[in-house]
């Protein structure tokens, strides 16, 4: 594995503090040459991914690959790709990646065929997913299962939701899936609610199997289940006809009480946020049924291809990474809007803030050394046209450099009519109107020639220069959507690399876990326990025993 390098102390990071000092945005310019805007309007399986509205031209451009260069990212890729144990702080490889290839491909990492294992969890997977989507599979009282509910947080959640609703069209009728994640119980009472636990089937998603939110809520929805079968329903047989499990660990998954014959693995190998394309997918595929979740790893897999090989100056998950070091580093961004113009992406930027957030926001270098410069960027965002309407004012005329990606598909999941026009069209309108009006904005002297009076003339112009990427692809479907989520996935590994930070543990989620454990007796009421705590935890305490009821 490539060594840590610091990467402000390379010749690129120098040559882009210089240019970054003398920068002047000209996005008009830019756009106003064709074969500026053709060369920078890349390929990427079926995505096509148009940068020209960025605030880089070729010297930026030039820099940045240097950058890369000496801080080695392809090597660090290639490592990745290999199996290598590049997850240093927990010395495991990180091989999320190895959960696309296809059967015929071969990788030994470890002593372990990693593919022969792969397809041997998908084929079980896919097995028992159909068999849930025929109705072969059936609850205790022989009911077929109607509702598939996935208990599971972060990665074991926000994957399969985001993809759930994502491929909404590709759903089979009659069948439903719905996500308890949250350890606030209104977030089980109103997924319960309403259900038939004759036809119900619980899901437990957990890497660890020891994620507190997901044993709990586990917990109470067995109860709830043996609370609401018919009575005298044997308990063991409703188990197990109505409990299976994902995890890593499937000794903990027989501790719960989960036939592991009903129990499908994966690898410490595997992130968590990382985890949708394996068997943490399982509602996904009972959903869509396993050729459409099939055709989504395809799609993950065409992107990782690309990332693998395309040429520095055409990979685009290099290049949008890149950029985005540039934003952060030399331009002062502090946070990155994901806008996608597809009502069924409304969970992606969600899911993208684990995806980024989780694996960027490290302030230690993997050599241990603190870093001096800024990392991971708040990634955030909502669909358009819905966006417009609330946030984007501050994106067009706001003191803050906004990077914003769009996202959208030249066809509709719904087509559908106003009566007059293809609405479909009038949203894309809206898109492609944004991404202009970020970028060339509105001069006084344009206002002025709309006769707008001389006071008002300040308020109503537009700086424009705020850059946005592109992204299109034909349709959303399942491998396009494969291909989007690898697309960030390998943006957030190169930041990461660059940055040279770990980009797969999370030790920072720890310790907020491990105070709410200690502070548990306080909140029941142990006066000892409470007395230890700080006066603000003890006044917040106190305030909830007041008012509990
Ligand atoms: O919040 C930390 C985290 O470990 C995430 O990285 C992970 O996706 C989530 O908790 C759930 O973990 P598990 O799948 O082990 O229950």
Same mark, same amino acid.
């Given at each position: 594995?490539?060594?840590?390098?610091?990467?402000?102390?390379?010749?690129?990071?120098?040559?882009?503090?210089?240019?970054?000092?003398?920068?002047?945005?000209?996005?008009?310019?830019?756009?106003? &040459?064709?074969?500026?805007?053709?060369?920078?309007?890349?390929?990427?399986?079926?995505?096509?991914?148009?940068?020209?509205?960025?605030?880089?031209?070729?010297?930026?451009?030039?820099?940045?690959?240097?950058?890369?260069?000496?801080?080695?990212?392809?090597?660090?890729?290639?490592?990745?790709?290999?199996?290598?144990?590049? $997850?240093?702080?927990?010395?495991?490889?990180?091989?999320?990646?190895?959960?696309?290839?296809?059967?015929?491909?071969?990788?030994?990492?470890?002593?372990?065929?990693?593919?022969?294992?792969?397809?041997?969890?998908?084929?079980?997977a896919y097995?028992f997913a159909e068999r849930v989507r025929s109705g072969?599979w059936?609850g205790?009282?022989?009911?077929r299962i109607e509702t598939v509910v996935n208990i599971g947080i972060?990665g074991s959640d926000l994957g399969p939701v985001m993809a759930y609703e994502a491929l909404k069209p590709y759903r089979q009728d009659g069948l439903t899936c719905r996500f308890i994640s949250n350890?606030?119980?209104?977030d089980a009472?109103q997924k319960l609610a309403g259900l038939d636990p004759?036809t119900t089937l619980f899901i437990v998603s957990s890497?660890?199997?020891?994620?507190?939110?997901t044993?709990?809520n586990a917990?109470?929805c067995?109860?709830w289940l043996?609370?609401?079968?018919?009575?005298?329903?044997?308990?063991?047989?409703?188990?197990?006809?109505h409990f299976v499990a994902v995890?890593?660990?499937?000794?903990?998954?027989?501790?719960?009480?989960?036939?592991?014959?009903?129990?499908f693995?994966?690898? &410490?190998?595997?992130?968590?946020?990382?985890s949708m394309d394996s068997a943490i997918g399982l509602s996904l595929v009972i959903a869509v049924g396993k050729?459409h979740f099939?055709?989504m790893?395809?799609?993950?897999?065409?992107?990782?291809?690309?990332?693998?090989?395309?040429?520095?100056? =055409?990979?685009?998950?290099?290049?949008?990474?890149?950029? $985005?070091?540039?934003?952060?580093?030399?331009?002062?961004?502090?946070?990155?809007?994901?806008?996608?113009?597809?009502?069924l992406l409304h969970r992606?930027?969600a899911y993208?803030?684990?995806?980024?957030?989780?694996? $960027?926001?490290?302030?230690?270098?993997?050599?241990?050394?603190?870093?001096?410069?800024?990392?991971?960027?708040?990634?955030?965002?909502?669909?358009?046209?819905?966006?417009?309407?609330?946030?984007?004012? @501050?994106?067009?005329?706001?003191?803050?450099?906004?990077?914003? &990606?769009?996202?959208?598909?030249?066809?509709?999941?719904?087509?559908?009519?106003?009566?007059?026009?293809?609405?479909?069209? @009038?949203?894309?309108?809206?898109?492609?109107?944004?991404?202009?009006?970020? =970028?060339?904005?509105?001069?006084?002297?344009?206002?002025?020639?709309?006769?707008?009076?001389?006071?008002?003339?300040?308020?109503?112009?537009?700086?424009?220069?705020?850059?946005?990427?592109?992204?299109?692809?034909?349709?959303?479907?399942p491998?396009?959507l494969?291909?989007?989520?690898?697309?960030?996935?390998?943006?957030?590994?190169?930041?990461?690399?660059?940055?040279?930070? &770990?980009?797969?543990?999370?030790?920072?989620?720890?310790?907020?876990?491990?105070?709410?454990?200690?502070?548990?007796? =306080?909140?029941?009421?142990?006066?000892?326990?409470?007395?230890?705590?700080?006066?603000?935890?003890?006044?917040?305490?106190?305030?909830?025993?007041?008012?509990?009821?």
């Amino acid at each position: 594995m490539s060594e840590a390098v610091d990467p402000s102390t390379t010749a690129a990071w120098a040559e882009l503090d210089r240019l970054a000092g003398s920068y002047a945005p000209d996005l008009r310019g830019q756009l106003a &040459d064709a074969d500026f805007v053709a060369q920078r309007t890349l390929t990427a399986a079926d995505l096509r991914v148009d940068l020209s509205k960025n605030l880089a031209g070729a010297e930026v451009e030039a820099a940045l690959l240097a950058l890369a260069d000496e801080v080695s990212v392809v090597a660090r890729r290639d490592a990745m790709f290999a199996g290598q144990h590049i $997850n240093v702080t927990e010395d495991r490889a990180v091989l999320h990646t190895a959960l696309r290839l296809p059967a015929s491909a071969s990788l030994t990492v470890d002593g372990q065929d990693v593919v022969a294992d792969v397809h041997e969890v998908l084929d079980r997977a896919y097995a028992f997913a159909e068999r849930v989507r025929s109705g072969e599979w059936t609850g205790v009282t022989g009911r077929r299962i109607e509702t598939v509910v996935n208990i599971g947080i972060g990665g074991s959640d926000l994957g399969p939701v985001m993809a759930y609703e994502a491929l909404k069209p590709y759903r089979q009728d009659g069948l439903t899936c719905r996500f308890i994640s949250n350890i606030d119980p209104t977030d089980a009472g109103q997924k319960l609610a309403g259900l038939d636990p004759e036809t119900t089937l619980f899901i437990v998603s957990s890497k660890t199997f020891g994620t507190l939110e997901t044993l709990t809520n586990a917990r109470l929805c067995k109860a709830w289940l043996l609370d609401n079968l018919p009575s005298g329903t044997d308990p063991d047989a409703a188990v197990a006809r109505h409990f299976v499990a994902v995890s890593t660990a499937l000794d903990k998954v027989a501790d719960f009480g989960i036939d592991t014959d009903n129990a499908f693995g994966f690898w &410490d190998w595997v992130g968590g946020r990382y985890s949708m394309d394996s068997a943490i997918g399982l509602s996904l595929v009972i959903a869509v049924g396993k050729d459409h979740f099939a055709d989504m790893l395809a799609g993950f897999h065409a992107m990782d291809e690309h990332f693998r090989t395309a040429p520095a100056e =055409a990979n685009v998950p290099l290049r949008m990474g890149l950029l $985005n070091v540039w934003y952060t580093n030399f331009l002062g961004a502090h946070t990155h809007a994901v806008l996608p113009y597809a009502q069924l992406l409304h969970r992606f930027p969600a899911y993208l803030q684990q995806l980024t957030m989780e694996s $960027n926001g490290k302030g230690v270098r993997w050599d241990g050394e603190t870093v001096g410069y800024d990392t991971g960027e708040v990634f955030w965002g909502e669909p358009g046209t819905n966006g417009q309407h609330a946030f984007y004012q @501050l994106i067009h005329q706001g003191t803050r450099l906004v990077p914003a &990606d769009f996202i959208a598909f030249a066809r509709p999941a719904y087509a559908l009519t106003d009566g007059d026009s293809d609405v479909h069209e @009038l949203f894309l309108a809206n898109f492609f109107a944004q991404t202009k009006a970020l =970028a060339f904005g509105k001069t006084a002297d344009e206002v002025r020639a709309e006769g707008v009076d001389e006071e008002l003339v300040s308020a109503r112009t537009f700086p424009g220069n705020r850059p946005t990427t592109s992204i299109m692809a034909p349709a959303l479907t399942p491998s396009v959507l494969g291909q989007l989520i690898a697309l960030y996935e390998h943006i957030t590994f190169v930041q990461g690399a660059v940055w040279g930070i &770990d980009s797969f543990d999370q030790w920072g989620v720890e310790l907020g876990k491990q105070l709410a454990q200690e502070l548990r007796p =306080a909140v029941s009421g142990d006066a000892a326990v409470a007395a230890e705590q700080d006066a603000s935890t003890q006044s917040l305490i106190r305030y909830y025993q007041e008012h509990r009821g």
